[in-house]
């Protein structure tokens, strides 16, 4: 199955601008009917922050960062990215790729269990 690694973590100050990358390898986009992007800290639960279907395009944002992040898919390079804008230290987290075979409805992706995630990488939103 397509594994997925994520990049592009980091430390910002607030208002500041981060894109996370995550590379599927061993496979392609495709292996995923939706793939997107999720945070959590340890010990608590995870929250979907927003999520792409991968034929359709469609996509599905957590109000808390609709008109700052922006979630899309490269094709050609098979990586999924997350455009984070106007970063509050509140955005402060471990982010997480993942993806799903079967949902289909971005909505749905992180009420489900998911069928692959990456590692992780830490975005960090202090002055």
């Known amino acids: 199955q397509a594994q997925l690694m994520e990049s592009g973590g980091g430390s910002v100050q607030p208002g500041g601008s981060l894109t996370l990358s995550c590379a599927v390898s061993?496979?392609?986009?495709?292996?995923?009917?939706?793939m997107g992007w999720f945070r959590q800290a340890p010990g608590k639960e995870r929250e979907g922050v927003a999520a792409?279907?991968?034929?359709?395009?469609?996509?599905d944002y957590a109000d808390s960062v609709k008109g700052r992040f922006i979630v899309s898919l490269d094709k050609v390079k098979n990586t999924l990215y997350l455009q984070m804008s106007n970063l509050k230290p509140e955005d402060t987290n471990t982010y997480y790729c993942?993806?799903?075979?079967?949902?289909?409805?971005?909505?749905?992706?992180?009420?489900?269990?998911?069928?692959?995630r990456g590692q992780g990488t830490l975005v960090t939103v202090s002055s």
């Open positions: 061993g496979g392609t986009f495709s292996t995923y009917s939706t």
């Open positions: 792409i279907n991968t034929g359709s395009g469609v996509t």
């Open positions: 993942a993806g799903s075979t079967w949902v289909r409805d971005p909505r749905f992706l992180f009420s489900n269990n998911l069928d692959a």
